[in-house]
């Protein structure tokens, strides 16, 4: 018969044994808990880059539109519409023209498509001449700034050719629009 002694180094040894095992166990499952998470970790880090970049390129355009906006409804800004000529008579855009400041922005509501060779510019009448406001392409949306322009009494657009000319093309005249009166 065993002493027991010998039955409680036994019962320790398989005792030791099965907790080696279990903690063995837990241990293997707990590291692949660990690489699945990891792994699931890894799969989201690039979607969540993505959605602070979409986040960032929707604030950017939503501060765009607010800025757009308070120069839309500023009293500051006199809003000049422009319409079509012979040219194209379903044209239409906007300037808005602050007088103090001589800020111009256009808006375009309808220009058409032209050659990639040429751009439209924009031109203010000073005191009887024309003024170059600046060049642009239809690929924005909301307003554009343009050149600053001291004394407007009106604005046209025309094409011409690619970064624009010191004078206006008058055969290519888009829309033209004169300040409304004052009020």
Known sequence: MPSPQAFTWKYAATASIAIALIASYLAYSYRESWIESQAALNALTPQNRQMAQDYNVVNQKLDKIQGDMSIIESTSFTKVVMTGTANDLNARAS???????????????????ISRENQFQLWAIVKGKTVDVGVFDKNFTGLLRMKDVESATAFAITIEPRGGKDSPTMETMQVIGPLPPRE
């Open 95 to 113: 300037v808005y023209w602050n007088a103090s400041t001589n800020e111009a922005y256009i808006s375009i509501q309808n220009l058409k498509d």
